[in-house]
């Protein structure tokens, strides 16, 4: 499953177990909502029995092929760690960058990424004697004997992907969809019933329909978008529709009901961010983004 399918996947699951925590209020105030949440169960079982034939042996590696990938990324996850901290006190960003990473760097992508990764790796280490002094000879070529190793296995065929294709991929794109058609009526009854009496209800159902890519790493900016009240109410000045746009670019996004504004895949550089809702003075801030890197900031919104 890809990492988006992954998230969706599991903002349906997340969806389901708010309803079923919260089913007896809800459905004595929205008697629409029970039916509804009856078909998403259903769907939801075809998105998982999906999930099973992408994650069978026709993922296009075989069981033996798994094994000796994750041995790859084991193994040079530790002279990452190692060499990592090497390059922070070089203060090389971009060895930080090249190293910082888990084993889930290499096997969250297919055969053919997986080895670039890895041997990218390497070869800084190769390059780059003087900071990785921690980093032996014989460590190099244990890494790159385990690269071998898993890029000499053979893959499934041709046939077991596409076959994957059908019964797995399009099933979950399809249906993923209809899913999320579904909990958006039903977020949309929650939030009319309940946004004036029980806010942090809605805000549980907006937060399980988000979407959260864990293990990628994008340079680009979180912003939570707040008003001035006091800190005691902090919770209730989390703004929505504050418009937040990287001006250089021509980049917008609008904050959730959390206040919350992701722009990612930014390249890195310095840019002006602008911020603005009606009613509120526009505000515009100067950050620098580094690479690999996402900038997280607090903005407080002062009305006009």
């Not at 998982?48 to 092929?65: M, R, W």
């Not at 990785?132 to 070529?141: G, K, P, S, V, W």
């Not at 899913?179 to 958006?184: K, L, N, S, V, W």
């Not at 009613?279 to 407080?300: A, C, L, S």
């Amino acid at each position: 499953m890809k990492k988006i399918e992954l998230a969706h996947f599991r903002g349906i699951k997340r969806f389901i177990i708010v309803y079923n925590g919260n089913k007896t209020v809800i459905d004595a105030a929205c008697p629409d909502v029970p039916a509804l949440m009856v078909q998403l169960a259903a769907k939801n079982v075809v998105v998982e029995a999906a999930y099973e034939v992408q994650n069978v042996s026709t993922t296009g590696l075989t069981e033996h092929a798994k094994t000796l990938q994750l041995n790859m990324a084991t193994l040079i996850n530790k002279f990452a760690h190692k060499g990592v901290a090497k390059a922070r006190l070089a203060k090389n960003e971009d060895l930080i960058t090249l190293m910082d990473h888990e084993i889930t760097y290499f096997t969250r992508v297919g055969k053919e990424k997986s080895i670039s990764l890895a041997r990218d790796m390497v070869k800084g280490f190769v390059d780059n004697p003087s900071i990785f002094t921690n980093i032996t000879h014989a460590n190099i070529t244990a890494m790159t004997d385990a690269i071998d190793a898993f890029e000499d296995v053979k893959e499934d065929t041709a046939l077991a992907i596409d076959a994957r294709k059908v019964d797995g991929t399009e099933v979950i794109n399809k249906t993923v969809k209809e899913c999320y058609d579904i909990m958006q009526i039903v977020y949309d009854f929650v939030y009319g019933e309940f946004i004036d009496t029980n806010k942090s209800l809605v805000e549980k159902f907006a937060n399980a329909m988000s979407i959260e890519m864990e293990g990628v790493h994008h340079t680009g900016i979180t912003a939570v978008c707040k008003g001035p009240v006091p800190w005691e109410n902090i919770d209730s000045a989390l703004l929505e529709d504050v418009v937040m746009t990287i001006v250089e670019l021509n980049k917008t996004i609008t904050s959730n009901i959390n206040g919350v504004a992701t722009l990612i895949k930014v390249k890195p550089g310095t840019y002006h961010v602008q911020f603005s809702k009606d009613k509120y003075i526009t505000q515009t801030i100067v950050i620098y983004f580094k690479r690999g890197k996402t900038v997280e900031i607090e903005v407080i919104m002062k009305p006009t």
